[in-house]
């Protein structure tokens, strides 16, 4: 047979949901590439995506429905079960927890591992089945979500392209290089136009290749220098003119802003006053646009680093400009119907769900189901979240590949990979939407997320309610689309963008809040705590951030046996050189690392990629205790103190 070229959507979790082109050949893959004709994709993936096809068909790969007899993680044996005895199976227990427990007993847990809008179909049945427990919270950017629907009514962003247009580009704590391979072309071709670029962040990233300028900041200094920024326009030119009719609580963001002066506010976030008062002088000479990066809201202050640079987008008038925004989300879901209901007795908090999911009484959670996710690797303090897991009665996991939380599961079915996948996306990178379609045939015993759902469901007597086929779902999400033209056969063509989109989010000064003003931070919202000097005795910061060979805990490469954590040589143990392992402990955790020594680091940081795996020893989130943010409930997950040692004999 000839070669094939088939189009589908990347639905892994990051911002740039990329267009897919696949060769196939005899309903084998032989290449996948990025779309060419993809306006945000422009014919390349990132390296992870790219070697996603050796993952999916290597030894990690689930293909048929898989029945725990014994142990648990590295030590679980499995047997495999047919997928209808299976549903058998789930009916029987389920309709027992409910009829004996209530439904609240049952926790539906769905995550990101897959931004594909179908997997809302569980949510469904959950609500519908109880309704259940579900999560609450967000350990992604649930602080920063939060901070922009405070400050703007929404969390939403300009087009993308609209960097074009831009004079300087800030990114504020944003690498993506690692994160948004995509967004670094746009960032070229804005600089190739005149745009200046400028990094900052707690530690040298990608963004120096093509900065003109790039500064290391302390950790969490993010909030001292938006204030201090603030601080030298204040004291000079003075904020835009309508910022008082377009803000409320302007006078109480100044004097928040006038507790220090710009030398103080310089030297709590670790930069001169050079650095603060050229920051003033690029925002005041806009437009400028402020990229704001995800780590720095994963702080226990992470909501107020945010509102504090939506503030400087506001009151310099960059918000509303052409050119300028403050960029942290763009909303996917938006132009999709919602099939969820969002009912629930109870709420397990993501953020702390190991303590949350271990405490729960009256009653006990007794049947867990995870669709789309790996709390174990993924979640705070990854020995309890662990520990809960297995403690739960009942354990249920969907996915395409084993990882260390369905290693825990008493049922494990398998559903498509990405590569063989049916569904519906929205991004949180650009406005345009799009729908994947298989590339390939999945295994003979893989099923779709819908499909499990409707099997199940015509057990307990929804089976009215629950189609079975993939594309009547696909059709209810894109009915608000369709009646722009954009149905399913439209976008199976290409991407689209996505209707009432506009370039500039607020180009009519008026922002999505119930009166149209920006909510500015105030004296009321940030307290003396959040500036007292950091105490070197509680050990280093742990740095856990994305990188380029990893989607969180799937790896494109083979994970070495021992972490890597880079170190400036003054923080390594005495003795202990570049190659040693080293004891890593937290208050929570310890695991032995293998030393990199990196000149270029803060001395007071550790620098870990996110991701790993706990079963094997090399997953960060064991170190990182389990802390909510201070708005949005999200997870502080860089607030994380460590000490280094030699190892044990």
Same mark, same amino acid.
Not at 138 to 152: L, R, W
């Given at each position: 047979?000839?070669?094939?070229?088939?189009?589908?959507?990347?639905?892994?979790?990051?911002?740039?949901?990329?267009?897919?082109?696949?060769?196939?050949?005899?309903?084998?893959?032989?290449?996948?590439?990025?779309?060419?004709?993809?306006?945000?994709?422009?014919?390349?993936?990132?390296?992870?995506?790219?070697?996603?096809?050796?993952?999916?068909?290597?030894?990690?790969?689930?293909?048929?429905?898989?029945?725990?007899?014994?142990?648990?993680?590295?030590?679980?044996?499995?047997?495999?079960?047919?997928?209808?005895?299976?549903?058998?199976?789930?009916?029987?227990?389920?309709?027992?927890?409910?009829?004996?427990?209530?439904?609240?007993?049952?926790?539906?847990?769905?995550?990101?591992?897959?931004?594909?809008?179908?997997?809302?179909?569980?949510?469904?049945?959950?609500?519908?089945?109880?309704?259940?427990?579900?999560?609450?919270?967000?350990?992604?950017?649930?602080?920063?979500?939060?901070?922009?629907?405070?400050?703007?009514?929404?969390?939403?962003?300009?087009?993308?392209?609209?960097?074009?247009?831009?004079?300087?580009?800030?990114?504020?704590?944003?690498?993506?290089?690692?994160?948004?391979?995509?967004?670094?072309?746009?960032?070229?071709?804005?600089?190739?136009?005149?745009?200046?670029?400028?990094?900052?962040?707690?530690?040298?990233?990608?963004?120096?290749?093509?900065?003109?300028?790039?500064?290391?900041?302390?950790?969490?200094?993010?909030?001292?220098?938006?204030?201090?920024?603030?601080?030298?326009?204040?004291?000079?030119?003075?904020?835009?003119?309508?910022?008082?009719?377009?803000?409320?609580?302007?006078?109480?963001?100044?004097?928040?802003?006038?507790?220090?002066?710009?030398?103080?506010?310089?030297?709590?976030?670790?930069?001169?006053?050079?650095?603060?008062?050229?920051?003033?002088?690029?925002?005041?000479?806009?437009?400028?646009?402020?990229?704001?990066?995800?780590?720095?809201?994963?702080?226990?202050?992470?909501?107020?680093?945010?509102?504090?640079?939506?503030?400087?987008?506001?009151?310099?008038?960059?918000?509303?400009?052409?050119?300028?925004?403050?960029?942290?989300?763009?909303?996917?879901?938006? *132009?999709?119907?919602?099939?969820?209901?969002?009912?629930?007795?109870?709420?397990?908090?993501?953020?702390?769900?190991?303590?949350?999911?271990?405490?729960?009484?009256?009653?006990?959670?007794?049947?867990?189901?995870?669709?789309?996710?790996?709390?174990?690797?993924?979640? *705070?303090?990854?020995?309890?979240?662990?520990?809960?897991?297995?403690?739960?009665?009942?354990?249920?996991?969907?996915?395409?590949?084993?990882?260390?939380?369905?290693?825990?599961?008493?049922?494990?079915?398998?559903?498509?990979?990405?590569?063989?996948?049916?569904?519906?996306?929205?991004?949180?990178?650009?406005?345009?939407?799009?729908?994947?379609? *298989?590339?390939?045939? #999945?295994?003979?015993?893989?099923?779709?997320?819908?499909?499990?759902?409707?099997?199940?469901?015509?057990?307990?007597?929804?089976?009215?309610?629950?189609? #079975?086929?993939?594309?009547?779902?696909?059709?209810?999400?894109?009915? #608000?689309?369709?009646?722009?033209?954009?149905?399913?056969?439209?976008?199976?063509?290409?991407?689209?963008?996505?209707?009432?989109?506009?370039?500039?989010?607020?180009?009519?000064?008026?922002?999505?809040?119930?009166?149209?003003?920006?909510?500015?931070?105030?004296?009321?919202?940030?307290?003396?705590?959040?500036?007292?000097?950091?105490?070197?005795?509680?050990?280093?910061?742990?740095?856990?951030?994305?990188?380029?060979?990893?989607?969180?805990?799937?790896?494109?490469?083979?994970?070495?046996?021992?972490?890597?954590?880079?170190?400036?040589?003054?923080?390594?143990?005495?003795?202990?050189?570049?190659?040693?392992?080293?004891?890593?402990?937290?208050?929570?955790?310890?695991?032995?690392?293998?030393?990199?020594?990196?000149?270029?680091?803060?001395?007071?940081?550790?620098?870990?990629?996110?991701?790993?795996?706990?079963?094997?020893?090399?997953?960060?989130?064991?170190?990182?205790?389990?802390?909510?943010?201070?708005?949005?409930?999200?997870?502080?997950?860089?607030?994380?103190?460590?000490?280094?040692?030699? #190892?044990?004999?």
């Amino acid at each position: 047979m000839p070669t094939e070229l088939r189009r589908s959507t990347c639905n892994r979790d990051c911002p740039d949901a990329c267009g897919l082109v696949a060769e196939v050949e005899d309903g084998v893959l032989r290449s996948l590439k990025g779309d060419p004709e993809h306006p945000v994709t422009r014919g390349f993936l990132c390296f992870r995506t790219s070697r996603f096809p050796q993952l999916a068909s290597g030894p990690q790969r689930i293909t048929q429905p898989m029945r725990r007899v014994s142990g648990y993680g590295p030590n679980a044996v499995f047997e495999p079960i047919d997928g209808d005895e299976a549903l058998d199976l789930l009916a029987d227990r389920l309709t027992t927890f409910r009829r004996e427990s209530g439904p609240e007993s049952i926790f539906h847990y769905r995550s990101g591992g897959s931004l594909g809008l179908l997997k809302a179909v569980s949510d469904r049945f959950f609500e519908r089945f109880g309704p259940c427990t579900i999560k609450s919270g967000d350990i992604c950017s649930g602080a920063g979500e939060e901070a922009q629907v405070m400050d703007f009514g929404v969390s939403d962003s300009n087009d993308l392209f609209d960097l074009l247009e831009s004079r300087h580009i800030l990114c504020w704590g944003k690498n993506p290089t690692v994160s948004s391979t995509h967004t670094v072309k746009v960032l070229r071709d804005a600089r190739a136009k005149g745009a200046s670029i400028v990094g900052l962040d707690v530690m040298p990233t990608g963004v120096q290749a093509f900065a003109d300028e790039f500064h290391t900041l302390k950790p969490g200094g993010d909030l001292a220098l938006a204030l201090g920024v603030a601080r030298v326009i204040d004291d000079g030119p003075g904020f835009d003119p309508r910022a008082e009719e377009r803000c409320n609580g302007l006078e109480s963001y100044r004097s928040l802003v006038r507790r220090r002066s710009v030398s103080e506010w310089s030297e709590l976030a670790g930069v001169s006053v050079e650095v603060t008062e050229s920051l003033a002088r690029r925002l005041l000479d806009g437009p400028t646009a402020i990229l704001v990066g995800w780590g720095m809201q994963r702080r226990a202050r992470g909501g107020a680093i945010v509102r504090a640079l939506d503030a400087l987008s506001a009151v310099t008038g960059n918000l509303y400009r052409s050119g300028g925004g403050c960029s942290f989300y763009f909303a996917r879901r938006k *132009p999709f119907a919602d099939i969820r209901e969002g009912t629930a007795p109870r709420f397990v908090r993501e953020p702390v769900f190991g303590s949350d999911l271990l405490d729960a009484a009256s009653p006990s959670v007794r049947a867990l189901w995870i669709t789309a996710g790996n709390p174990v690797n993924n979640l *705070p303090n990854s020995a309890r979240v662990a520990a809960a897991i297995e403690r739960t009665e009942f354990v249920v996991a969907l996915d395409c590949l084993w990882n260390d939380s369905n290693r825990r599961a008493d049922l494990v079915l398998p559903v498509p990979s990405l590569v063989e996948d049916t569904d519906v996306l929205g991004s949180y990178g650009h406005h345009f939407v799009s729908v994947s379609d *298989p590339l390939i045939e #999945p295994p003979p015993e893989v099923r779709h997320e819908v499909e499990w759902i409707a099997g199940l469901a015509q057990r307990v007597g929804l089976g009215e309610e629950f189609s #079975p086929s993939v594309d009547h779902w696909r059709d209810v999400l894109l009915a #608000p689309l369709a009646k722009h033209g954009l149905d399913r056969e439209t976008l199976q063509r290409g991407a689209q963008q996505a209707p009432g989109t506009r370039q500039v989010l607020f180009e009519d000064g008026k922002v999505a809040t119930a009166d149209g003003r920006v909510n500015l931070i105030g004296e009321q919202d940030v307290d003396e705590s959040a500036f007292e000097p950091a105490d070197s005795s509680k050990g280093l910061w742990l740095l856990s951030n994305s990188h380029r060979d990893s989607q969180c805990g799937q790896w494109a490469v083979d994970l070495p046996d021992r972490l890597p954590i880079r170190v400036h040589p003054s923080a390594c143990p005495e003795g202990l050189v570049d190659g040693d392992e080293v004891t890593v402990e937290s208050e929570v955790g310890r695991l032995t690392a293998r030393l990199v020594v990196d000149e270029s680091l803060r001395a007071d940081t550790v620098v870990v990629p996110k991701g790993g795996s706990f079963d094997g020893g090399t997953a960060c989130n064991i170190l990182i205790p389990e802390a909510p943010t201070d708005i949005g409930l999200g997870a502080a997950l860089q607030e994380c103190r460590v000490r280094l040692s030699r #190892p044990q004999a």
